[in-house]
């Protein structure tokens, strides 16, 4: 009988210290969602008003949409999303002539446009090169992705966390970047066929 209350002690003590455990896990677990959540719901902001980096923003958002096409290989989707691309540019280059070219205190305009003239010239080539394997597609990708960093840096954009990335193998190893809005590898320039290739060499927080 004895032996029964000992094990019966033990059972409780081991009950207990697994809810001391959980109740811990739990409240760390609070603890985390609630700065994740604090981080996610800081406002994108830019050097720009608030439609400007609204503008911005489905900017960034079309050329993700390009990029993802490139690294599933699919040359219509690259097609549709280029041209959408050449579309939300167009649209922020004539919001920052209208509302930033003829204020000689802010130079935003000119130093910002011919960043947008590099992201429509190669957009289009995209949009109008016929290609099932993505393999000519990706030829002006490099470029572009350099213009949209230049534009991203110079705008000051915070809080959407853009990831630059960089694939030493690309372009027969003269290299290239791209951005992403996750730092984990997925090439557009090599697709499946070296998927992971590559690194995070800035991070625009």
């Known amino acids: 009988m004895r032996h029964s209350y000992i094990i019966f002690a033990l059972f409780i003590i081991s009950l207990a210290s697994c809810n001391n455990n959980n109740s811990t896990t739990t409240a760390s677990s609070n603890d985390s969602t609630k700065t994740q959540s604090k981080v996610n719901t800081q406002p994108v902001q830019s050097k720009l008003n608030e439609a400007g980096t609204g503008k911005l923003m489905l900017l960034i958002n079309s050329y993700y949409t390009l990029k993802n096409a490139l690294v599933a290989g699919k040359g219509d989707s690259a097609n ?18 209208n509302n930033y070219s003829k204020d000689d205190t802010v130079t935003v305009y000119d130093k ?19 290609d099932a394997t993505c393999e000519r597609q990706r030829l002006p990708f490099g470029t572009l992705s350099s213009a949209m960093y230049g534009l991203l840096k110079n705008v000051d954009l915070k809080n959407a966390r853009v990831y630059q990335e960089y694939c030493p193998m690309a372009y027969n190893e003269k290299g290239a970047h791209w951005l992403s809005d996750d730092s984990d590898i997925k090439n557009p320039y090599f697709g499946k066929k070296m998927l992971e290739c590559g690194e995070v060499t800035d991070v625009i927080k």
């Open 112 to 130: 910002l446009h011919t960043f947008l003239d590099t992201i429509i010239s190669q957009a289009k080539i995209i949009a109008a090169t016929s």
């Open 80 to 97: 549709i999303s280029a041209a959408q691309l050449v579309t939300t540019t167009d649209s922020l280059k004539s919001f920052l002539y």
